[in-house]
């Protein structure tokens, strides 16, 4: 099995940051992208930030300038660094890992979810 463990949402006033944290453990072979998607209250689920293995990065347009994601291939662990937020950044947040236990199929596995309020 694949776990993952979030950690660093909470509630913060408009103009903040915070930072959120994936570490993915368990039965991996290959982790190909990591990101973060986010639901916020009453919407579906959206992509936030994701990484690819290489390296290549891809935000969602409302978050571009603000959010840095990054990721430790050595540790399977990826960040999610969020300044500025704003409260239509009020949301649930989901850590993504796409990986293969046995270096052929992939699946995605999902965290928990963390929750990021932002207050006006």
């Known amino acids: 099995q694949v776990q993952l463990v979030e950690s660093g949402g909470g509630l913060v006033q408009a103009g903040g940051s915070l930072r959120l944290s994936c570490a993915a453990s368990?039965?991996?072979?290959?982790?190909?992208?990591m990101g973060w998607y986010r639901r916020p209250p009453g919407k579906q689920r959206e992509l936030a930030a994701v990484?690819?293995?290489?390296?290549?990065?891809n935000y969602a347009d409302s978050v571009k300038g603000r959010f840095t994601l990054s990721r430790d291939n050595a540790k399977n662990t990826v960040f999610l660094q969020m300044n500025s937020l704003k409260p239509e950044d009020t949301a649930v947040y989901y850590c993504?890992?796409?990986?293969?236990?046995?270096?052929?199929?992939?699946?995605?596995?999902w965290g928990q979810g963390t929750q990021v309020t932002v207050s006006s």
């Open positions: 993504n890992v796409r990986a293969t236990r046995s270096g052929s199929l992939y699946n995605d596995y």
């Open positions: 368990g039965s991996i072979f290959r982790i190909s992208t």
């Open positions: 990484v690819t293995s290489t390296g290549t990065i």
